[in-house]
């Protein structure tokens, strides 16, 4: 089964660049679509961009032209290139991950598998 851990997060000043990573340490899977998802303070998870299993690529709009997806999908890694970083982006950033296609990537009861979470600090 796949498992995901995140690492690569921080507390960073506003402007400043991270470079978040999710790994597959379970099995591994070349049609595993996955993305990252965050949750603020208060508020409820929401996608941020995410990756289906044909390369199909989705951001949420408050991120586009800030942060940049990657995946490799022999590997079932993902990463989460973050540049321009403001406060609002202060959450903590989960993988996920679902075999198959997506057909609402932003839409979280779409992933069954989640890593623990990595925390970002934008100050």
């Known amino acids: 089964h796949v498992q995901l851990v995140e690492s690569g997060g921080g507390s960073v000043q506003t402007g400043a660049s991270l470079n978040l990573s999710c790994v597959n340490s379970g099995t591994t899977y070349i049609y595993l679509s996955m993305a990252w998802f965050r949750q603020r303070p208060g508020k409820e998870r929401e996608g941020v961009a995410a990756v289906a299993s044909d390369g199909t690529i989705d951001y949420a709009d408050s991120v586009k032209g800030r942060f940049t997806v990657s995946k490799d999908s022999a590997k079932n890694h993902l990463h989460l290139q973050m540049n321009n970083l403001k406060p609002e982006d202060t959450a903590m950033y989960y993988c996920?991950?679902?075999?198959?296609?997506?057909?609402?990537?932003?839409?979280?009861?779409?992933?069954?598998?989640w890593g623990q979470g990595t925390q970002v600090t934008v100050s």
């Open positions: 996920a991950g679902r075999r198959g296609m997506l057909f609402t990537p932003f839409v979280s009861s779409e992933y069954n598998s």
